[in-house]
């Protein structure tokens, strides 16, 4: 057995950015799953294997780590099932594909690197307006916990999609902190699909304003 930690795999895939071969991080990325003890759960080193193949092209290799990530259940970052669908997607599977982003918005998550994920996903096979969607329910999930923690969210537009429900969320100031780093993410791909969409500036495209100058 293998004892590997996070800080193990992000000098993995940090080596692999330096290097640009994706291949041999994916086929090692797939050894240590098989072997991998304490640290790291063997579904999330699956789920890295997974990006590494997507990465190098093959897109039939990724699905198959992310399904044997979903089989094994273990924990992960994200939705296993969002990458799967990005895959399935690059395979012509499209229809499979939504069916998994369904299901995703079925089970209301509370992470927001899930709704930035699928927002990505949509958003690079021309779907705008699936993109606008998903990347502000994910800025509202955001917005609800802030607001619990401090009374600053700003709550849906009127034509946006309603906020999941406040009182199923528990949060404390770390998890609000954590949260406000997908944000910015969020509304960027929000403020472009909204380009595409060829609609006017709203007030989540004035807080990606206000974001940006404290960031200046």
């Known amino acids: 057995m293998t004892?590997?930690?996070?800080?193990?795999?992000?000098?993995?895939?940090?080596d692999t950015l330096r290097t640009g071969d994706h291949i041999s991080a994916a086929r090692r990325l797939s050894e240590l799953a098989e072997s991998v003890s304490g640290g790291v759960s063997r579904a999330n080193v699956l789920l890295r294997a997974g990006e590494q193949w997507q990465h190098a092209g093959d897109h039939g290799k990724?699905?198959?780590?992310?399904?044997?990530?979903?089989?094994?259940?273990?924990?992960?970052?994200?939705?296993?099932?969002?990458?799967?669908?990005d895959a399935l997607f690059e395979l012509g599977r499209a229809d499979e594909a939504r069916t998994l982003v369904e299901q995703?918005?079925?089970?209301?998550?509370?992470?927001?690197?899930?709704y930035?994920?699928?927002?990505?996903?949509?958003?690079?096979?021309g779907d705008a307006t699936g993109a606008h969607e998903w990347?502000?329910?994910?800025?509202?999930?955001?917005?609800?916990?802030?607001?619990?923690?401090?009374g600053t969210g700003i709550g849906g537009g009127p034509d946006e999609p309603p906020a999941p429900e406040a009182d199923t969320l528990t949060p404390g100031p770390d998890d609000v902190a954590i949260a406000e780093d997908s944000l910015e993410a969020l509304l960027?791909?929000?403020?472009?699909?909204?380009i595409d969409l060829g609609r006017s500036e709203d007030d989540y495209d004035a807080l990606l304003d206000d974001l940006l100058k404290n960031d200046a």
């Open 104 to 114: 995703i918005r079925a089970d209301r998550p509370r992470d927001p690197e899930v």
């Open 135 to 150: 990347a502000t329910s994910g800025a509202d999930v955001i917005l609800a916990l802030r607001d619990r923690v401090v």
């Open 62 to 85: 990724a699905a198959e780590l992310y399904r044997r990530a979903m089989d094994d259940g273990g924990e992960t970052y994200g939705d296993p099932r969002a990458y799967l669908a």
């Open 188 to 194: 960027r791909l929000r403020y472009r699909a909204r």
């Open 3 to 14: 004892h590997v930690t996070e800080d193990d795999l992000d000098d993995l895939e940090f």
């Open 116 to 125: 930035r994920t699928v927002a990505e996903v949509l958003y690079a096979q």
